[in-house]
């Protein structure tokens, strides 16, 4: 059952019954800026659905992958190449495929596990609409923040120098993306909604 709360939700959740009602499976993106409520909106599907979530976090970019050249293409912050070689193709298939998130504590990709889609496949995350990833998705829903409620959300969950860096790092490399790449005009869905 949803709270009210989640009443914006509902031509989201309605396009995805839809869909499933006439195909066997699903990949949805969820894509928006730091804070916005990916994880959550990720999670809460989850729990309604008992979808398969992936993380665009687990494809941070590896030290060597690191070079200013990177960092200076729009989207270039995250290992796409790694995601739409190992995952996108198994995904589209509905095969199980070899997941290994990237580990922020040792800087690798790790062994990782088997994941096999469910009927519902979640990709959330910056970066999921990567001009190289948004056309293996059935759907994707960008989720807006404003940057008042951003900032405080930000400034909650981490220390003063790890939210310096979303200020300072991550936000304005993002913001550079969202400009060079439009994903929020390339989502079927827009929520405006504080999850």
Known sequence: ????????????????????AAQKRMILAIEGG???????LAALLQRIYGCTVLHMDDFFLRPEQ????????PGGNIDHERFAREVLPALVQGETFRY????????????????????????EGSYSMHPAL???????????ID??????????????AFAARFFTEWIPLEQAYFAAAD???RCH??????L
């Open 1 to 20: 059952m949803l709270h009210s709360s989640h009443a914006a939700l509902l031509p989201l959740l309605a396009a995805i019954d839809t869909h499933l």
């Open 100 to 123: 290994r998130p990237f580990d922020c504590a040792t800087f690798t990709v790790t062994e990782g596990y088997d994941v096999t889609p469910t009927a519902l496949t979640v990709v």
């Open 66 to 73: 690191r070079t200013p050249e990177r960092y200076a293409t």
């Open 134 to 144: 948004g056309q293996y998705y059935d759907c994707a829903v960008w989720v807006d």
């Open 34 to 40: 730091a804070g916005s409520g990916k994880s959550t």
């Open 189 to 194: 869905i827009r929520l405006e909604v504080s």
């Open 183 to 185: 994903p929020a005009g």
């Open 147 to 160: 940057p008042q409620t951003q900032r405080a959300r930000i400034e909650a969950r981490n220390s003063p």
